[in-house]
């Protein structure tokens, strides 16, 4: 405990810090997007609703996640060395990779908890137009068989809610954590949080375009030696974020086997516990 | 840049080269369970404009789709029904496991655009009215046939295909292979076995294969001695000359 206590006490500052800038508030353009979103789809099907429904919302929910991991990650070395704390934290018994864990695990904490109020916000939602969507079908279907009602109420549940949305978010959260992480790494040797965000971001691109490279560079086509070298060098320096991105074919009812969810869970802790390692061995040698 | 840049840079790479084989096996799983499948080609660059492709690229794909969804039915409001079928195309391509939208898709063009069409006031030939009305039902056959293409582990798409073709095109023998494909798959609805054997008793030369397979269906128990099975089954009892011991009356007394 003795040991932990630090690190524990840096991620619950950083955690509280955060909160106080406000940083949930964009959970309420997150609740306008989402019920704004149900309440203009009533012209659409209800399958075409639901699929938006889930569309927007998991997007926005990535989108989100995405953003705070950076800004929040890019922010907090430089804030925390104009504010003085960081020489005050350092001055004591504290381990300079101890004062970086602390600050990855606040905002992993952010993270999660931003992920689990989207998650919440968004099933009510679903919960709420599904149940609407169901009244509706059994009162248009009163005098139908049996049969005839059971398949229409199947038809409205199997467009709602689908348990492989729960994995498909966690990747979510997985893949958010992965961009914090190397957001930190990018941090521990920037000189300024602006070149750090541009940093982020242009690698939160490539990153996607990291499996492009990586089949071109692997594939042996006939092409000039640079190009190819280019293409390896992507493929290797970059982590593969497309390898994240399993919620555009869950919301279109692809079912994720437990195997592919577990090893691509694993390659993002993998590549979270490399960013961070790299960073505490940057930050270490840092002049502050 | 000091020693510790260098040398986390090299321990980036050396992690890089090592966790390459990895990420292949990871994208071999994910395609293998129908993850991955969108061809984000220089074709469909064009259609969605450099923003789009971006979005498209950096993992926003779905919402990509629900926006132009939405647009295509702004279009469908204002019958363009050309707009409308180069919109379905893009989120189709864009979403190629949503079966909403291939089943939507396929809907608008097959029913609403080709109905359009034949009554095209602007149009005078009534020849050419026709042929834009197959060009759509086409279209909206296309639709459905690229979408079971891209979800054949799953019965929906082969079930409106076989509509499509029942109730547009009238060929029966299609329609029944349709259904029969989609009755197939574990999670079919009981329907899909019905109509299979109802289009088989439309398609000639299959009469009496079409009376076997229904009345197997009837076999199987009150789940399935729907009112209209029993009908057609009386019905070609009596086409096909079916001798009364084998009739399903016979078998209903004992």
Not at chain 1, 77 to 106: N, S
Not at chain 1, 166 to 194: D, E, N, R, Y
Not at chain 1, 214 to 235: C, D, F, I, M, Q
Not at chain 1, 242 to 254: H, K
């Amino acid at each position: 405990m003795k040991s932990t206590g630090p690190t524990l006490a840096i991620a619950r500052n950083t955690f509280t810090e955060l909160v106080r800038q406000k940083v949930f508030f964009f959970l309420l353009i997150f609740a306008l997007l989402v019920i704004g979103n149900s309440a203009f789809m009533a012209k659409f099907s209800f399958q075409e609703q639901f699929q938006m429904l889930k569309d927007i919302s998991l997007g926005a929910m990535s989108v989100f996640t995405s953003l705070i991991a950076i800004l929040a990650t890019a922010n907090f070395l430089p804030k925390d060395m104009e504010d003085r704390t960081i020489y005050t934290l350092l001055a004591k018994p504290v381990p300079r990779y101890r004062y970086l864990l602390g600050k990855l695990l606040g905002i992993l904490a952010l993270l999660g908890a931003a992920t689990l109020l989207m998650t919440a916000l968004f099933l009510i939602t679903l919960w709420l137009r599904e149940n609407s969507v169901l009244a509706e079908t059994r009162a248009q279907l009163a005098a139908a068989t049996p049969e005839e009602q059971s398949l229409a109420i199947k038809e409205v549940t199997d467009a709602t809610f689908n348990i492989n949305l729960l994995p498909g978010i966690a990747v979510i959260f997985i893949k958010s954590a992965l961009l914090a992480s190397m957001t930190l790494f990018i941090s521990s040797f920037a000189t300024s949080s602006i070149f750090t965000i541009l940093m982020a971001s242009a690698l939160y691109f490539i990153g996607h375009l990291q499996t492009t490279a990586r089949e071109y560079w692997l594939s042996g086509t006939a092409v000039e030696w640079w190009s190819r070298l280019l293409a390896a060098s992507v493929a290797i320096l970059f982590p593969d974020l497309q390898a994240f991105n399993l919620t555009d074919d869950i919301i279109a009812g692809t079912a994720v086997p437990l195997a592919l969810f577990l090893n691509t869970a694993g390659l993002g802790i993998l590549y979270v516990a490399v960013y961070f390692a790299l960073a505490a061995l940057v930050f270490s040698g840092r002049e502050l | 840049m000091n020693a510790r840049k260098f040398a986390a840079l090299g321990l980036l790479c050396l992690f890089g080269g090592a966790a390459l084989p990895l990420q292949f096996r990871l994208q071999c799983e994910a395609q293998a369970a129908h993850f991955h499948k969108t061809a984000l080609s220089i074709d469909l660059r064009e259609r969605i404009g450099q923003a789009g492709f971006l979005a498209a690229l950096s993992g926003f794909r779905s919402p990509l789709a629900a926006l132009l969804w939405i647009e295509a039915h702004t279009a469908w409001e204002n019958t363009e029904w050309g707009r409308m079928a180069g919109l379905f195309e893009t989120v189709t391509t864009l979403q190629p496991r949503s079966l909403p939208y291939w089943d939507m898709a396929a809907w608008h063009m097959a029913w609403n655009a080709s109905v359009a069409a034949l009554q095209n006031e602007k149009q005078p030939s009534e020849a050419l009215r026709i042929r834009a009305q197959r060009a759509y039902i086409q279209l909206g056959k296309d639709f459905l046939e690229r979408g079971i293409l891209n979800n054949p582990d799953r019965p929906q798409l082969h079930i409106q295909l076989g509509v499509l073709l029942r109730d547009k095109l009238e060929d029966h023998c299609g329609a029944a292979e349709e259904f029969l494909k989609a009755s197939k798959y574990p999670d079919a609805p009981p329907y899909s076995a019905r109509f299979a054997g109802y289009e088989m008793a439309k398609c000639p030369g299959r009469e009496r294969e079409a009376y076997d397979y229904l009345k197997n269906l009837y076999n199987e128990g009150e789940k399935q001695r729907l009112p209209s099975l029993i009908n057609l089954l009386r019905e070609m009892e009596n086409k096909l000359e079916i001798p009364e011991s084998e009739r399903i009356e016979f078998h209903a007394s004992h």
